[in-house]
Every structure is written in structure tokens, then in C-alpha cells.
T-cell receptor, first 114, second 117 residues
């Protein structure tokens, strides 16, 4: 199984450019989420989805958009990239919201905004 | 609001020694789950161990155990007989039992563990 697949693995953007980080999972998981990882701050939740057509904001949603048209895919859009969005981005999925459900993570996308 | 605190930015341990990574949490819910993840230098997040707030026994998974002290709100990870491959960043995380909280994992800042030969 591929699990959670993120593309691209690395990206450099200029300030003001837009782009979409792709995330796909093949485990038929209902729950998907996006995190950003910054040094000294751990992983912070950007947006999450509890199923196709349902999304909600996490801790740091500003500057990011998401949509969930299928169970498999959960893309993250940066509308106008800023240097503050330089980070490592992780997509995660889980099959339920039960307390003991582990999240499966993609390999991450390292984004640099110059 | 739920919060996870890892107070050790870095730890250095000799190979084969046991190591304890600290994690304290803050939540007003009685029902919650605690996780530890390992992030090696390659970057992926690897699930290690889980402890539920109502679990009476401390969780164990191979060389990993969780020292759960509910009254102190701490969930320390213990790695026995450390190996060079244990060198990585370790994250403590929590999921609350509320409808909203269950959708989210809240992470601590992480502890970078280095195992010396």
C-alpha cells in the first residue's frame, strides 16, 4: 500500500505565487488533515476534513485553503505565498476519530518562499 | 485549550542506556488519548505508542513504554536499551475526547534525541 502520498517533496516559490500541495491516501480513511512543522513549534494543524465535502479550520488556517471533493484527495492551496509560509508540510489521515486511532503521515513537503 | 509541553529540546544518551523523554499535557477533558511519534532525519512520522486516559496499565510496545501519571498530567516515553537508530526527533501528541477535539492531534515542540556510541 502507498499509504499517504504527498507531492511535491520540495518546492521553492516566490513571494506572491500560488501553488497547491497534493495529498492522496489509498486507505479509504475518512479523516484527513494538514500540519505545518516549524523549528521549536512542533506540528500545528492548518485544516482538517472529516469526510468528502466537509472541511474545517485548525490552529493556523490563515493563508491556506482546502477542499475535499473525494475521500482520497485533500489538496492544500497557498493563494499568495509569503516567506512566513516557509515550512515543512505534512498531510495525515486516520480511519476514525476514536481516541486511540493513530494518524498516518505522508513524507512531507519542504516549502521555501523567497 | 489543550496543550502539550516537551521541556527537553535535546537529549544525549550513551548507547544501551535507558532514556526518558518528558511530556506534560493540559486538558479539561476526562477522556483523551496520548501518542508518541518518532521523526528520523529522513523526515517521516512514525507512530510509536498510545495511552488512553482511562487505561489502568502503562502502555508498552517492545522497547518503548509510557510512564503515565494522570494526576501529574504527564506521559513520559521510556526507551530501554537505546540503539543508534533511536537518534531522532520525538513528538508527544494528544487527542481529546470531545467531538471537536477528536478530529485534531495537538503536538508538543519535540525532543531531539542523540544516541552516542
Amino acid at each position: 500500500n502507498a499509504g499517504v502520498t504527498q507531492t511535491p517533496k520540495f518546492q521553492v516559490l516566490k513571494t506572491g505565487q500560488s501553488m497547491t500541495l497534493q495529498c492522496a491516501q489509498d486507505m479509504n480513511h475518512e479523516y484527513m488533515s494538514w500540519y505545518r512543522q516549524d523549528p521549536g513549534m512542533g506540528l500545528r494543524l492548518i485544516h482538517y476534513s472529516v469526510g468528502a465535502g466537509i472541511t474545517d479550520q485548525g490552529e493556523v488556517p490563515n493563508g491556506y485553503n482546502v477542499s475535499r471533493s473525494t475521500t482520497e484527495d485533500f489538496p492544500l492551496r497557498l493563494l499568495s505565498a509569503a516567506p512566513s509560509q516557509t515550512s515543512v508540510y505534512f498531510c495525515a489521515s486516520s480511519y476514525s476519530s476514536s481516541l486511540n486511532t493513530e494518524a498516518f503521515f505522508g513524507q512531507g513537503t519542504r516549502l521555501t518562499v523567497v | 485549550a489543550q496543550k502539550i509541553t516537551q521541556t527537553q529540546p535535546g537529549m544525549f544518551v550513551q548507547e544501551k542506556e535507558a532514556v526518558t523523554l518528558d511530556c506534560t499535557y493540559d486538558t479539561s477533558d476526562q477522556s483523551y488519548g496520548l501518542f508518541w511519534y518518532k521523526q528520523p532525519s529522513s523526515g517521516e512520522m512514525i507512530f510509536l505508542i498510545y495511552q488512553g486516559s482511562y487505561d489502568e496499565q502503562n502502555a508498552t510496545e517492545g522497547r518503548y513504554s509510557l510512564n503515565f501519571q494522570k494526576a501529574r498530567k504527564s506521559a513520559n516515553l521510556v526507551i530501554s536499551a537505546s540503539q543508534l537508530g533511536d537518534s531522532a526527533m520525538y513528538f508527544c501528541a494528544m487527542r481529546e475526547g470531545t467531538v471537536q477535539g477528536a478530529q485534531k492531534l495537538v503536538f508538543g515542540q519535540g525532543t531531539r534525541l542523540t544516541i552516542n556510541p
